[in-house]
């Protein structure tokens, strides 16, 4: 795909975030968060899993604890306050009503006019079969955004129904559509990633080893953008 990404749409004050794993939102888009916030925009996560099976060498019960920790942290340094967790078993998330569900539940309360999401398609950017707890949770996300809206779906929640959201943007597609300009935010976005230390050590990455792979794809996607580093998304409108 060469041609041209369009500028993400700017009238909106609210996101909500919904991912799968803690790193998720690191990897995908911290710098474009890390841009929102620093512009006054708001922007929550709401984390489907803790992650606790993305450690090789320490237990779920270990790495849950670890793992939290790492993401509120990574999270801060991007201007995120607001991180909660679903608890869904790892590497088991499955697209069900339960867990639209509690999405809608978030986005009633958030009141976001965009969500983000991730890869919600069969295959990542790269060409490789996409990990379950990512499809499902991305198809969820988009799901959970019409349901959230009629208050004929979930009725048994509490916040009012929400039918704000004008935006899906989805991080790490393999079709992207649009982008946000970075420039001036990549070091950030690298703190946001180094953050989750014990989980980039038990993959093998040095500190100061995201920074290269980062930068090159901010520097990639903005061939496609004017030649400003950036973070592509695909964009749903609804
Ligand atoms: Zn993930």
């Known amino acids: 795909m060469t041609e041209n990404l369009q500028p993400m749409p700017n009238d909106w004050t609210r996101a909500l975030a919904v991912a799968a794993h803690p790193d998720d939102m690191e990897f995908g888009c911290a710098g474009a968060v890390a841009a929102w916030t620093g512009s006054g925009k708001q922007v929550s996560y709401l984390l489907v899993t803790r992650g606790e099976a993305g450690i090789d060498g320490m237990t779920p019960a270990e790495a849950v604890k670890v ?4 993401q509120h942290a990574s999270a801060a340094v991007v201007g995120v306050d607001a991180v909660e967790f679903l608890d869904y078993a790892d590497g088991a998330v499955e697209c069900t009503p339960g867990l639209r569900r509690d999405i809608a539940a978030a986005i009633r309360r958030h009141r976001p006019e965009l969500v983000v999401t991730f890869n ?61 300009d970075v420039t001036g935010f990549l ?30 794809f901010a520097q990639a996607t903005g061939q496609r953008f004017g030649g400003r580093p950036a973070i592509p998304f695909e964009l749903l409108e609804f």
């Open 120 to 180: 919600h398609h069969d295959f990542t950017y790269t060409g490789k079969w996409n990990s379950p707890d990512h499809r499902n949770t991305g198809r969820a996300a988009l799901d959970a955004v019409l349901d959230a809206g009629n208050r004929w779906i979930f009725p048994d929640l509490d916040a009012k129904p929400w039918n704000g959201v004008k935006y899906v943007a989805v991080a790490g597609s393999i079709q992207p559509t649009h982008a946000v």
């Open 67 to 70: 793992r939290e920790e790492e």
């Open 187 to 216: 070091d950030a976005a690298v703190a946001s990633v180094e953050a989750h230390q014990a989980y980039l050590a038990g993959l093998g990455i040095p500190p100061g080893a995201a920074r290269g792979p980062l930068e090159g």
